[in-house]
T-cell receptor, first 114, second 116 residues
Framework: NAGVMQNPRHLVRRRGQEARLRCSPM?????VYWYRQLPEEGLKFMVY????????ESGMPKERFSAEFPKEGPSILRIQQVVRGDSAAYFC????????????FGQGTRLTVV | AQKVTQAQTEISVVEKEDVTLDCVYE???????LFWYKQPPSGELVFLIR??????QNEISGRYSWNFQKSTSSFNFTITASQVVDSAVYFC?????????????FGTGTSLTVIP
């Protein structure tokens, strides 16, 4: 009865490196969402994906950030050339219905940029 | 625009006291959903409850209860006889259909500390 699995739980990157965050949704869920939680703040929506498609990326920074959800395998949030301001907790959520009535969250990946 | 306000940043109570966490929301949609999540010190987000805009019945689950009032756009959360394990950050969230579709709007959270 696996929930949403995110890895790694903690990730340390030096400025300028790339960060790859992975998310495996709950079994049967084809809707995936990424949220970012900055220190002392609530979660902010970044992107919504269905298998092989980006549905809504209105919350994604225009540069350096990208997301994918391939036909096979986990969803990936990729941050290129990380900067200190990217340090945050990144949460993935999945949904069976994709209609805003539910979101099951993973444990998050805590990214620290040094 | 959608917005969730949790005006209480931090609350401390002594064990066994009751505590209410406030949540006020804004939306122009008539169909929307409200949620509460708990984030314990370990960091994960734990789903507590979902309410839709057409159901104003209050709900009780053990020591937890929720008061949904559309007239004041509030969805408050009460913990009765608080315990140390209740110490966490609690988030209220809103999703509104169809204008925001799948996005959840989160408040900034209320950090609850229960003192033994």
């Amino acid at each position: 009865n696996a929930g949403v699995m995110q890895n790694p739980r903690h990730l340390v990157r030096r400025r300028g490196q790339e960060a790859r965050l992975r998310c495996s949704p709950m079994k049967g869920h084809s809707h995936v969402y990424w949220y970012r939680q900055l220190p002392e703040e609530g979660l902010k929506f970044m992107v919504y994906l269905q298998k092989e498609n980006i549905i809504d990326e209105s919350g994604m920074p225009k540069e350096r950030f990208s997301a994918e959800f391939p036909k096979e395998g986990p969803s990936i949030l990729r941050i290129q050339q990380v900067v200190r301001g990217d340090s945050a907790a990144y949460f993935c959520a999945s949904s069976l219905l994709g209609d805003g009535t539910e979101a099951f969250f993973g444990q998050g990946t805590r990214l620290t940029v040094v | 625009a959608q917005k969730v306000t949790q005006a209480q940043t931090e609350i401390s109570v002594v064990e066994k006291e009751d505590v209410t966490l406030d949540c006020v929301y804004e939306t122009r949609d008539t169909t929307y959903y409200l949620f509460w999540y708990k984030q314990p010190p370990s960091g994960e987000l734990v789903f507590l409850i979902r309410r839709n805009s057409f159901d104003e019945q209050n709900e009780i689950s053990g020591r937890y209860s929720w008061n949904f009032q559309k007239s004041t756009s509030s969805f408050n959360f009460t913990i009765t006889a608080s315990q140390v394990v209740d110490s966490a950050v609690y988030f209220c969230a809103l999703s509104a259909w169809p204008s925001t579709g799948n996005q959840f709007y989160f408040g900034t959270g209320t950090s609850l500390t229960v003192i033994p």
